[in-house]
């Protein structure tokens, strides 16, 4: 059965932690926009408190979820577990982008330690309104194998004074 939380709970936490991929939902106040969806993975989330979770914002070919969250702050993020036990839980709250060259960036890279990714474009924070669980039935088992290895040589290769600079 669905349940709503006005914060994450010690469960919901350790469930977040166990899933090795996350999605992240935005949408623009223009209804004739499109409505972005991403997967993100590597260790890139972290728990900042029991209202609040960032994670890495990796360069790629577009910028839509910092661009719509500068619109209208809204921001989703869902984690689905593909083990044996089902559950889907959604986070729902308001999004904050945080510049890789600002203080507030260099105090939240404190939560990573050094697990640090160096190729980080920006910080994306939610700040929680709600949490809900769903039954997770219908998602099909998967076995997590490795993490792919193409976005960490691409950016070794295209550096910050490459390629890679115009998406940061």
């Given at each position: ?19 090795k ?17 991403s997967?993100?993975g ?24 910092a ?19 089902p ?10 982008v945080?510049d ?12 990573w ?12 924070v939610?700040?929680i309104?709600?949490?809900?669980t ?7 088992r998967?076995?997590?194998?490795e993490?792919?290895?193409t ?5 070794e ?6 390629k890679?600079e115009?998406?940061?």
């Amino acid at each position: 059965m669905a349940e709503a939380f006005i914060e994450l709970t010690d469960q919901l936490i350790d469930f977040i932690h166990q899933q090795k991929i996350f999605f992240v939902a935005t949408a623009p106040s223009d209804v004739h926009q499109t409505v972005n969806l991403s997967p993100k993975g590597y260790d890139s989330l972290r728990i900042l408190d029991p209202k609040t979770v960032a994670y890495f914002d990796f360069p790629g070919s577009g910028n839509e979820t910092a661009t719509h969250i500068k619109d209208n702050g809204r921001l989703t993020m869902m984690f689905c577990s593909f083990g044996a036990k089902p559950m889907t839980v959604r986070l729902y709250g308001r999004g904050e982008v945080v510049d890789r060259k600002s203080e507030r960036f260099q105090e939240l890279l404190t939560q990573w330690g050094e697990d640090v990714i160096p190729w980080i474009r920006q910080l994306i924070v939610l700040r929680i309104h709600e949490a809900r669980t769903s039954c997770g039935y219908t998602v099909p088992r998967f076995e997590f194998v490795e993490e792919r290895e193409t976005f960490r040589r691409y950016c070794e290769a295209n550096g910050p004074k490459g390629k890679l600079e115009k998406y940061m």
